[in-house]
């Protein structure tokens, strides 16, 4: 198997983006967003995961199987936290018990 050589450039300017993402991450939760402050965190840790991913992982680099591998994963995942959302959001529908 060919090892992909990535530029030291590469590795710092991800480093540099997690950093800025982070500190993005610790201004959102200053702030007061409502309903809106779980999706914008989601939507950073999932933006910091995929650099992990594609970049330390080497998965943008590797062959396609391994990228189906990992896409599988995440679908898993996707499908996983759609559930549990249905379950919390469907909880109060019956009413309670012995009522």
């Known amino acids: 198997m060919s090892q992909h050589i990535v530029p030291v450039r590469v590795y710092v300017t991800i480093f ?3 950093m800025v993402l982070t500190a993005l991450t610790v201004y959102v939760a200053t702030l007061e967003h409502g309903a809106l402050s779980t999706p914008i ?3 950073i840790a ?3 995961a ?3 991913i594609l970049y330390f992982m080497h998965v943008r680099y590797s062959s396609g199987l391994t990228q189906i591998s ?3 994963g995440v679908l898993f995942l996707l499908v996983m936290i759609a559930i549990t959302m ?3 959001v469907s909880r109060g529908w019956l009413g309670t018990p012995g009522s």
Do not use: H
């Open 16 to 18: 540099a983006a997690l």
């Open 70 to 72: 990992i896409a599988t």
């Open 50 to 52: 995929m650099l992990v």
């Open 86 to 88: 249905a379950d919390i």
């Open 41 to 43: 965190a989601l939507a």
């Open 46 to 48: 999932i933006t910091k």
